[in-house]
């Protein structure tokens, strides 16, 4: 096997979508331990977040994303010529791709395991459940393909993923949902980040899981779920973040984290059932959730033994 690694194609349709990289393969270090060997022979990553821009789509329920450069070069030049710039930036932290932390969604007062919403703010900090109770996620990831394997660009608006959708996509992939995985739900409705308010699909609905795709999650004991939408889980035509059933039974009942905004477009040209899922929250204390960029990775092996398997059987 050559030791430089090869790469899945992948070119965006627009600056905010998924590219996929290789690392360069560096020489072994005698005495490393498998992982960083993995790492050295080459890993492929495709980039799951959302690129953050002022003016993208988002729920109209937070504060919007706004960066702004309140020194520019030029505005104070030192004596040896030299200026800097510098930026600030002021966000929710549920905009763009990111995730919820246990402390999002309360159901009859109650946060998950029972705990008092109203109490477990503490100086308006959420102690037990914010977001920097997070640990760093590096998991196996699946992703279930729904609207490619229902032959579709994207779900309609307002559809529901059903259970029998997700466990047809799951066995069309020969993948299994396993206790610990971090699963990620592509409707196609992803592609549709670019056009601003027909994403957040106030109108049309927008699809995804209900309350039995939920629960299907939650019996599998999956970490963490995922999808390409504003809200995760199905919102009604003209019924915006009304009724979030699927929000209570993972992050309420379960203890599942939610992430939202994904960009799965990449991962699905790229054929990528199961990876690594590599997700690190910001850790700001009390938070009900963070901006994140996600990575799916693979040892470019993997991509070899794909191709041979491909020849193989095309050959036969």
Not at 36 to 45: D, F, P, Y
Not at 110 to 130: F, P, R, T
Not at 142 to 147: F, G, R
Request: glycine fraction near 14%; hydrophobic fraction near 40%; proline fraction near 6%.
């Amino acid at each position: 096997m050559s030791d430089t690694p090869t790469t899945t194609p992948h070119t965006p349709a627009d600056p905010t979508a998924a590219s996929t990289e290789a690392t360069p393969a560096p020489a072994p270090v005698a005495g490393a331990d498998d992982l960083l060997r993995t790492v050295q022979a080459g890993v492929e990553t495709i980039d799951l977040g959302r690129q953050l821009r002022v003016g993208m789509p988002q729920s109209p329920n937070h504060p919007q994303f706004w960066h702004t450069l309140p020194r520019r070069h030029g505005d104070m030049v030192r004596s040896d010529g030299s200026s800097a710039a510098n930026d600030m930036i002021t966000t929710g932290t549920h905009v763009g791709t990111h995730i919820d932390a246990l402390a999002h969604v309360s159901f009859d007062g109650k946060l998950h395991g029972g705990a008092d919403a109203a109490a477990a703010c503490v100086g308006g900090k959420y102690e037990e459940h914010g977001v920097h109770t997070i640990a760093p996620m590096l998991r196996r990831g699946v992703l279930l393909d729904v609207a490619g394997h229902l032959g579709l660009t994207h779900c309609e608006g307002g559809y529901e993923i059903t259970v029998a959708d997700l466990e047809a996509t799951a066995e069309r992939a020969g993948v299994t949902v396993g206790a610990g995985d971090v699963v990620l739900i592509r409707s196609g409705w992803g592609a549709r980040f670019a056009e601003g308010a027909a994403y957040v699909g106030g109108a049309s609905g927008v699809p995804g899981v209900g309350e039995a795709g939920a629960v299907w999650l939650a019996e599998r004991g999956v970490h963490a779920a995922g999808a390409d939408t504003i809200a995760f889980e199905r919102l009604a035509p003209g019924g915006g973040h009304a009724l979030l059933p699927a929000h209570r039974v993972l992050l309420v009942e379960a203890g599942i984290y939610i992430v939202e905004a994904l960009d799965l477009e990449g991962l699905a040209s790229a054929g990528w059932a199961e990876f690594t899922f590599v997700l690190v929250p910001m850790n700001i204390f009390g938070a009900t959730g963070s901006p994140v960029r996600p990575l799916a990775l693979r040892s470019s092996d993997t991509q070899t033994q794909d191709q041979s398997q491909s020849q193989s059987g095309a050959a036969s």
